[in-house]
């Protein structure tokens, strides 16, 4: 179980617990529990059943029957509210929320629905599964992704009412783990039975070193901008491989922030193995191909082929636009077979597999909003044209690629001498 305490945020100066974890849902108690249904109303055999034998078989249909006779038409993402605050036997539950076929291009309006309707009925307490995550097929990232940002827009629009209580439970390890990254991408450090501080955010003290006294420097603390050894109550100093210092607490915060990198926001040196927000389902395939010179290169044996492929997919927390819908791309590149091209595709491949190749954004030359797109490490996408067409001869292209690379913390040093493409 992860455990997780929100607020104040935005305009919300309240708080709210939040809780991941495994189990089945009809073991909770709470004032709301939701569950999926189809487009036509129709249970699942197991919930059906569960439902009926908690809320008791005549009480649930009554309640289930009285709920469809008040309600319109429902669409993908819509709710059906089912009162069973007047059932007896073991449901706890006042209300049931029947959530409608919540496919990919409907979760963001099924997690709205969900706080809108519970603060409405001034619930204090809700649980929701991975909507979707079973027969319709939803990818559990993408569910994990939506629910945590939506969370995080209601909360701090001060939309939660009198919600205090938020459980991410399903019956699915996996989810579990999930919904615990996205929340602590974007809430920051749980509390849980099992982790601890520096489970979670891999603990300053693995790269870092504390400063006693008498070597604090006289500089300040670039995050806070103070004095590392201001007078006063004295804090607490670390300092980085590369030498520069910083208030413990004040390079916490900056570490926990999913969009900080990690290296020292002074020199840039990295002290930690870089890890982009490159999306999860991205592929990359390396072919050799020997029947292809590129220009400038013609006496290498081969030119090696890149081939990239990134589905469609939910933005994370770190992107443009949490937890919206991203259009995926294929790529193809080029890289000259010599020693210095290999020495590119080591790089190259380490990068991807840290999750640096691609981003999500804007395209610039296109224009199009939220895409995947490129991240500053320059490819050859063309065999001719030369660098203005992206393509050959570029006499320094292997020396700004790896310039490229470099920049964003990828080294020949940082490669395992093991990898293989």
Not at 136 to 155: F, K, P, R
Not at 158 to 173: I, P, Q, T
Not at 241 to 267: A, D, M, T, W
């Amino acid at each position: 179980m992860h455990e997780f305490t929100i607020g104040p945020l935005g305009e919300w100066n309240g708080t709210a617990k939040v809780i991941a974890k495994t189990g089945s849902i009809f073991g909770e108690s709470a004032d709301v529990i939701c569950l999926t249904v189809s487009s036509t109303l129709e249970h699942s055999p197991s919930i059906w059943k569960s439902l009926t034998t908690q809320a008791g078989p005549r009480e649930y249909k009554k309640a289930f029957k009285t709920a469809k006779e008040g309600s319109q038409y429902l669409g993908h993402g819509d709710i059906l509210v089912v009162d069973t605050s007047k059932t007896k036997f073991q449901l706890s539950a006042k209300f049931v929320f029947l959530v409608v076929y919540p496919d990919i291009h409907h979760l963001d309006k099924a997690y709205r629905a969900i706080f809108r309707e519970a603060a409405a009925r001034r619930c204090t307490s809700v649980v929701i599964p991975g909507l979707g995550c079973g027969r319709i097929g939803n990818s559990v990232h993408g569910t994990c992704v939506l629910a945590c940002t939506v969370l995080q827009e209601i909360a701090a629009s001060n939309a939660l009412g009198s919600l205090k209580e938020v459980r991410f439970v399903d019956v699915k390890e996996s989810i579990e783990r999930e919904f615990a990254v996205q929340l602590q991408a974007i809430f920051g450090t749980p509390k849980t039975e099992n982790a601890t501080t520096a489970d979670v955010n891999g603990g300053i003290w693995s790269y870092a070193k504390r400063v006693d006294e008498e070597a604090i420097q006289k500089d300040d603390c670039v995050v806070c901008l103070s004095s590392l050894d201001e007078d006063g109550e004295p804090k607490e100093v670390c300092e980085l491989p590369c030498g520069h210092q910083y208030h413990v607490q004040c390079f916490e915060v900056f570490i926990r922030n999913p969009n900080s990198k990690k290296c020292c926001p002074l020199c840039c040196k990295y002290f930690e193995i870089p890890l982009g927000d490159q999306p999860r389902e991205a592929q990359m395939f390396i072919n050799k191909n020997y029947h292809l010179k590129l220009p400038g290169h013609e006496d290498s044996e081969f030119t090696y082929e890149i081939f990239y492929t990134v589905p469609h997919g939910v933005q994370e927390a770190s992107h443009i636009r949490p937890g919206k819908l991203f259009t995926g791309t294929q790529r193809r590149a080029f890289v000259p077979g010599t020693s210095e091209g290999t020495q590119v595709m080591r790089l190259l491949k380490f990068a991807f597999d840290r999750r640096l190749v691609f981003t999500v954004g804007d395209s610039i030359t296109t224009g199009q909003k939220n895409v995947v797109v490129w991240n500053n490490i320059h490819h050859k996408t063309n065999i001719t044209g030369g660098p203005q067409k992206y393509g050959y001869p570029d006499p320094d292209y292997l020396m700004r690629v790896k310039e490229d690379l470099a920049a964003m913390g990828i080294t020949e040093d940082m490669v395992p001498p093991d990898i293989t493409f």
